[in-house]
């Protein structure tokens, strides 16, 4: 079975860094068309995707927010961690990491972990 | 504003057949990239229910299915139940700004 989680910080100040872990279990590291992504949703909007990093490394970025983000892997501790710097109010929002297989779309989902930004 | 164009809300009596559009252009489904779908419940995490156009994973119900054609996509959700009461969102792949790109959501009402 894979599950994935979310963890981090609920609240953070203006211009601080955001870190967010996501932890998972039951996936397999030997398909490079497979990776985890960073997907955040504000309060009553739509999804937004953040950031991707592909199991061989390849990692990609929101053109909108590339310049403050951050993604990462770990693949010993089963985690991949995203770090967005400069915060602001407008980032509070639900992040969630998801599963991207090939042209399979976002398939597994974490349970999201809410963010708010103010000082 | 969203790279998709979705209609803000439907709305539909169980039983009947709804219809939710997305909306692309050449750099995304026109450019031939599959469009997949996701339903969310309040409070919920998104749950993919299309993928790539047309194929269903094996834990979602033959009442939902996807369609496309050129630069735009349909989900049709036949038999509504009052269960299917969510939001829905497409998502692509946008060439010209290299994202990946999601419709400003769907919100089906049952009647």
């Known amino acids: 079975q894979i599950t994935l989680q979310e963890s981090g910080p609920a609240l953070v100040k203006p211009k601080e860094t955001l870190t967010l872990t996501c932890t998972f279990s039951g996936l397999s590291f030997d398909n490079n068309a497979e990776g985890l992504a960073w997907i955040r949703q504000p309060p009553g909007k739509a999804l937004d995707w953040l950031a991707l990093i592909y199991w061989d490394g390849d990692k990609h970025y929101s053109p909108s927010l590339k310049n403050r983000l951050s993604i990462s892997r770990d693949t010993s501790r089963n985690q991949v961690v995203l770090t967005m710097r400069n915060m602001d109010p407008v980032d509070s929002a639900t992040y969630f990491c998801?599963?991207?297989?090939?042209?399979?779309?976002?398939?597994?989902w974490g349970p999201g972990t809410p963010v708010s930004v103010s000082s | 504003q969203s790279v998709l164009t979705q209609p803000p809300s439907v709305s539909g009596a169980p039983g009947q057949r709804v219809t939710i559009s997305c909306t692309g252009s050449r750099s995304n489904l026109g450019a031939g990239y599959g469009v997949h779908w996701y339903q969310q419940f309040i409070g919920g995490a998104p749950r993919l229910l299309i993928y790539d156009s047309y194929t269903r994973p094996s834990d979602v119900p033959d009442r939902f299915s996807g369609s496309k054609s050129g630069t735009s996509a349909s989900l049709v959700i036949k038999g509504l139940q009052a269960e299917d009461e969510a939001t829905y969102y497409c998502q692509s792949y946008d060439s010209s700004l290299s994202a990946w790109v999601f419709g400003g959501g769907t919100m089906l009402t049952v009647l």
């Open positions: 998801a599963r991207v297989q090939g042209s399979a779309g976002f398939d597994l």
